[in-house]
Structure formats: C-alpha cells, structure tokens
C-alpha cells in the first residue's frame, strides 16, 4: 500500500490516507476512518485537499514529522488536520483570517496540540512575527487577486534557506477572463524574477478545477 514519498501518508488505488496518532481518531470534516494492520488511517479526500489532489498528482512535495509549516489560508482546518496527522514531532502554524472559520479551527486544536491557530490577514505576516518561528514550508491556499504578493512577503519573512515554498494558484481569482494556463505562467515567471527556484508545477484538475500547485525553493 503506498508509492508516496512523505511519512504518515499512505496510497491505496487513487485513495489517499494519513495514519492518525493514538487519541486522535476521530473524523475532523467527515472523512472515513480506516483500521488496517494495526493502524488507523483517515481518508484524505482530494476533492476537499489541494495537498491531497497535489500529492496524488505526484507533485514533488517533500515533507517530514518534525518540520514546521506556516499554512495561510487554513479555513476550518481540513487539511491542516491531516497535516497535523504528519508532523508527529512538528507545527503547523495555521494563519486564517475568518472569524467564523478560526473558531472550528481553535477547537481543533484543542484536540491536536501541533495546531497553532492565528486569526490574522496573511497580508501583514509582521503582525505574527511573535508567534511564528522561521519554518520549512510556507503553504499557500488563498483564493485571492493578491495571493501571489501574500505568498511572497510570508516567503520572505520566515521561510528558511533551502526551505520550501507551495502555492495552490486559482486562476479565476487572480484573472477571470485570462485562459487559466496564461496565469500559471504569468505566476511562475514572476517567481522566477524573484530568484525562487521552480522545483515543481502540476494542473489539479479533475480535483480542482482551474487551479495549480506550484512548488519553489529559497535559495
Ligand atoms: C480555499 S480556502 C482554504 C481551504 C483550506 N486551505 C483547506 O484546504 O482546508 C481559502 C481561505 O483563505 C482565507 N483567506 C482569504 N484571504 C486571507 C488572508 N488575507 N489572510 C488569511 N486568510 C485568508 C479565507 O477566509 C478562506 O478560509
């Protein structure tokens, strides 16, 4: 079971799990819980995920228990959980601008201690420059016309040398009336000109329609 890379999650057919931690099994968005071998696993569900989707999509993602992750855009928590259910020895740093989706998103981590909630606009990264520690991975999944500039001044404010940079791009957001591949391009050369290394590009189509992940590398 399994031809992914990145410990904690396994692959079965086109379904994708990550193995849940003793106290810890119990559904967070509905997903089903699965007991196998001695394990328990939580299905991941890529219609839900854009990590998932990216993964299943064999996007270069590297990601490792112990790594600490800024995640802006984190909703109610949906894959934040299932991050959570990797970093055994990690931290997701869950920035959120909601109100109403950063209650579900406390509650949450009451129940998982490796979540830590932010209620703040990723637009202004100094305003958690008290809470947040300089990270592995900065992920982005904001559908906004600014996502490219949020993503960028989060990268530069905390991500390490080395460190990786993922951004889930919308295109209808950033451009409606653009074909969606123009954006990616548009979207991939403007992090080129900022010297990020392109490690690697997917389309999440069927499982998102008109977006891409798009994985960098500080240098
Ligand atoms: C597509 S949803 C994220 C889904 C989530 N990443 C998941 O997979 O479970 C986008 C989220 O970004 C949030 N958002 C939009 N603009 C933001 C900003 N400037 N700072 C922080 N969060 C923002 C929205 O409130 C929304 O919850």
Redesign the pocket.
Known sequence: MSDIRIEGVMKEGNRLFTTVTVGQSESVYGEKIVHKKNKTLRAWNPY????AAAILKKTNILCSKENKILY?????????SHLSDILIQGTVYA????PF?MQKLIELSKKRKNILPIL????HPEKYRHIVPEVDIVYQ????RNQLQ?FIKNIENYLKKNGQGIIMVKARSINVTMEPNKVYEEIKQKLQQQSYKITDYKKLDPYAKDHACIVVRRS
């Open positions: 839900r995920s854009k990590l802006l855009g984190a909703a109610t928590g949906t894959t934040v920035v959120e601008v909601s989706a703040a606009d990723a637009f999944d904001i559908s906004q949020i």
